[in-house]
């Protein structure tokens, strides 16, 4: 599973997206819904942090702890410590973001998990805690024999994409039902400034997403010609 190119300039054409990404949720909720708060009178302004932890915290950090091992010139055990870490920190932040949106329906007497958005997203953040969980005790600590991570690592590999792919995906479909809600609920000019905005976080997300998962895929910088530089062998 590679792909014939070298990983290291798509890992810079990545950070960028999610610099430009991370900028435009901040505009949006800052700018146009009116800020971020956790405890408010403004009920709006707790959800305002679901769409920010999720996609900064949650789908950005993560794809940075995906890549990490292709974009750090460091040796593979500081790699692994710097990918684990950034998943754990992206798990937390994830965790906290799906707080967020449970606490404002809680206090705007809203009901909760009715929407596929809201299944897939449990879905996958408990996929996302259980890939951590066993990838920290069998690759980490206390540690597997080697016949074991060596089973395991392409699975490993193969549900950690999976579980990306779907989180990107969910993004997407958040932004669209937040959109969707405003443009129906409070008459949101459906060509306006906040609803390209809204529609172009979403793109530049995909486009983030997508090249992680090419990133995962492609020949890690420093062995172009080295079998073993491919993809997941790295780990
Ligand atoms: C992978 C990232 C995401 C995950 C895992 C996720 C997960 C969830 C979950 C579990 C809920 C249910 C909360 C409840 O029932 O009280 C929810 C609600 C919601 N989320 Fe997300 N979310 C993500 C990203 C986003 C983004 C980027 C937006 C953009 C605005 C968004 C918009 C919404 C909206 C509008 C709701 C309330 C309506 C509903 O329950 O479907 N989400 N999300």
Known sequence: MAVGINAMPVTFAAHALAVIAAIMVLVWNISYRGGLAWEAENKNLIFNLHPVLMLIGFVILG????????????????????????????????????????KNHNESGIPNLYSLHSWIG?????????????????????????????????????????????????????????????????????????????????????????????????KSPSSIDDADSYSYSAI
């Open 122 to 218: 449990i879905g996958v953040i408990s996929l996302y805690a259980f890939q951590w969980v066993y990838s920290f005790v069998v690759f980490f600590f206390p540690g597997g024999s080697s016949n074991l991570r060596s089973g395991l690592l392409p699975w490993h590999a193969i549900l950690g994409l999976f579980v990306y792919i779907l989180a990107v995906g969910n993004a997407a479909l958040g932004f669209l039902e937040k959109l969707t809600f405003l443009e129906s609920g409070a008459k949101l000019d459906k060509y306006g400034a906040e609803a390209f905005l809204v529609n172009f976080t979403a793109i530049v997300t995909i486009l983030f997403g997508s090249l992680v998962v090419l990133t995962a895929s492609a």
């Open 63 to 102: 794809g940075e702890a995906i890549i990490s091992y292709k974009s750090l010139p460091l040796e593979k055990p500081v790699k692994k410590l710097i990918h684990l870490i950034l998943h754990a920190i992206a798990l937390a932040l994830g965790i906290w973001g799906i707080c967020a949106a449970f």
